[in-house]
């Protein structure tokens, strides 16, 4: 696994939506990354209740409704006499934000990015043509702010929050009520691949002049031009990761 680099801005707590809350949530939070993280691989049995209880200092309460929460993700299967067993990848909801913010929280290996450079590629392109002909004004205005928040931004992470901002603000401009949902959906993994392809640049806003010209088609309302735009922004992002995964 190629781990994520300490300088990889961490998830924000509005993807992993059960970090940071009550003792429940928290539970939830932590076996869900320990799956994730393959500490717990798939097929084995988790300890059982009170040992789990002791080391996490919960109730069997708290830990039962965690299991049932997880076990909705696909991620755990409950068996009376049995225990609790992790299930295989090919059973979990992967684009459940909080399965994937675990899985960007605790490291991030090349097939990871590869499918995740291939979702966007199948879903971004055509999302930037539809949001060019769909877009108001007033979700023109959140790209172009996205869009100055990169130009200023100091920092990597600067760059990162407001990337992910840009292509939320794409997303949310095609107006499609299922569309618009995939962007809080892939967000948390977005933010660990576009962490990712800026660190490894030279240079993290090498990509500035590709996102504008992805704005300036859905300025001016040109779909097929915001397509080829994007398209060719991602093809960029994919040779900057196959670099990544062969230097790493």
């Given at each position: 696994?190629?781990?994520?680099?300490?300088?990889?801005?961490p998830i924000p707590a509005s993807h992993a939506r059960y970090s940071g809350r009550k003792l429940h949530g928290q539970v939830v939070d932590e076996l869900g990354r320990r799956v994730a993280g393959g500490i717990y691989p798939a097929g084995?049995?988790?300890?059982?209740?009170?040992?789990?209880?002791?080391?996490?200092?919960v109730s069997r309460t708290a830990l039962r409704e965690a299991v049932k929460v997880l076990a909705g993700k696909g991620l755990l299967e409950a068996r009376p006499r049995i225990g609790t067993r992790v299930r295989s990848k090919d059973q979990?909801?992967?684009?459940?934000?909080?399965?994937?913010?675990?899985?960007?929280?605790?490291?991030?290996?090349?097939?990871?990015?590869?499918?995740?450079?291939?979702?966007?590629?199948?879903?971004?392109?055509?999302?930037?043509?539809?949001?060019?002909?769909?877009?108001?004004?007033?979700?023109?205005?959140?790209?172009?702010?996205?869009?100055?928040?990169?130009?200023?931004?100091?920092?990597?992470?600067?760059?990162?929050?407001?990337?992910?901002?840009?292509?939320?603000?794409?997303?949310?401009?095609?107006?499609?009520?299922?569309?618009?949902?995939?962007?809080?959906?892939?967000?948390?993994?977005?933010?660990?691949?576009?962490?990712?392809?800026?660190?490894?640049?030279?240079?993290?806003?090498?990509?500035?002049?590709?996102?504008?010209?992805?704005?300036?088609?859905?300025?001016?309302?040109?779909?097929?031009?915001?397509?080829?735009?994007?398209?060719?922004?991602?093809?960029?992002?994919?040779?900057?990761?196959?670099?990544?995964?062969?230097?790493?």
């Amino acid at each position: 696994m190629m781990p994520v680099d300490p300088k990889t801005p961490p998830i924000p707590a509005s993807h992993a939506r059960y970090s940071g809350r009550k003792l429940h949530g928290q539970v939830v939070d932590e076996l869900g990354r320990r799956v994730a993280g393959g500490i717990y691989p798939a097929g084995q049995v988790l300890p059982n209740e009170e040992l789990l209880c002791q080391e996490l200092a919960v109730s069997r309460t708290a830990l039962r409704e965690a299991v049932k929460v997880l076990a909705g993700k696909g991620l755990l299967e409950a068996r009376p006499r049995i225990g609790t067993r992790v299930r295989s990848k090919d059973q979990w909801n992967l684009l459940d934000p909080d399965i994937l913010a675990w899985r960007c929280a605790t490291g991030v290996d090349a097939e990871f990015l590869r499918h995740l450079t291939e979702l966007r590629e199948i879903i971004e392109p055509s999302a930037a043509a539809l949001a060019a002909t769909s877009r108001s004004e007033e979700q023109l205005q959140s790209i172009a702010q996205a869009l100055r928040s990169m130009e200023s931004a100091a920092s990597i992470t600067d760059w990162v929050q407001a990337d992910l901002a840009f292509h939320t603000a794409v997303l949310q401009a095609t107006n499609n009520p299922l569309l618009m949902p995939l962007a809080a959906i892939i967000g948390s993994a977005l933010e660990s691949l576009l962490g990712v392809t800026a660190r490894t640049s030279d240079n993290f806003k090498q990509a500035l002049p590709d996102h504008q010209k992805v704005f300036e088609a859905i300025r001016l309302q040109e779909p097929q031009n915001a397509l080829h735009r994007m398209a060719s922004m991602l093809s960029d992002t994919r040779s900057l990761i196959r670099t990544t995964i062969q230097t790493s």
